[in-house]
């Protein structure tokens, strides 16, 4: 974590918050990692002409030996298996294509959410940002709130 300045106030603020503890400025997001997806295979295909061109095309993409690919499949049919992570969206959609034409259910995954398919990704950043937003507002609320009692109270003390 690094500290950065506010644009708004100048005070120093955490680089990952979404906005400053201080005045509440809204800090512009940082840009997500291209190279954060992974594409995990959820199920083998089950035909074994289909198997095989599945295990061809692992031992093409990810260079594994043809035992290897079988291995995968196998274990895939117990529990998802990530073939490739660290891939740029473009290269993950391309070689989820590959291996769907092959037969497999395989998904794209935003490794910024590791549970979330990609289906759902724009939706819960944008959850995420309204949260964020909120969650800004209701602090400087809070701290105008706080002030203009102390402000009252002062007032109030000034006059008795
Ligand atoms: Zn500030």
């Known amino acids: 974590m690094a500290?950065?300045?506010?644009?708004?106030?100048?005070?120093?603020?955490?680089?990952?918050?979404?906005?400053?503890?201080?005045?509440?400025?809204?800090?512009p997001p940082k840009p997500p990692e291209p190279?954060?997806?992974?594409?995990?295979?959820?199920?083998?295909?089950?035909?074994?002409?289909?198997?095989?061109?599945?295990?061809?095309?692992?031992?093409?993409?990810?260079?594994?030996s043809e035992k290897d690919a079988m291995d995968l499949m196998d274990s895939a049919?117990?529990?998802?298996?990530?073939?490739?992570?660290?891939?740029?969206?473009?290269?993950?959609?391309?070689?989820?294509?590959?291996?769907?034409?092959?037969?497999?259910y395989v998904k794209v995954v935003d490794g910024s959410s590791p549970d979330s398919p990609e289906a759902s990704m724009s939706s819960s950043a944008l959850a995420k940002e309204r949260h964020g937003l909120g969650f800004c507002g209701?602090?400087?609320?809070?701290?105008v709130g706080v002030l203009a009692a102390h402000l009252i109270m002062a007032l109030l003390g000034g006059l008795f």
């Open 138 to 143: 209701t602090v400087v609320a809070v701290v």
């Open 35 to 64: 190279n954060r997806f992974s594409v995990v295979l959820t199920s083998p295909p089950h035909y074994p002409e289909n198997r095989k061109r599945m295990a061809l095309a692992l031992v093409k993409e990810l260079d594994l």
């Open 3 to 27: 500290l950065i300045t506010c644009p708004e106030c100048g005070k120093e603020i955490s680089d990952r918050s979404a906005c400053c503890v201080h005045c509440g400025y809204p800090l």
């Open 77 to 104: 049919e117990q529990k998802p298996v990530v073939l490739r992570s660290e891939m740029t969206v473009e290269s993950a959609r391309a070689f989820a294509n590959t291996l769907q034409r092959a037969g497999a």
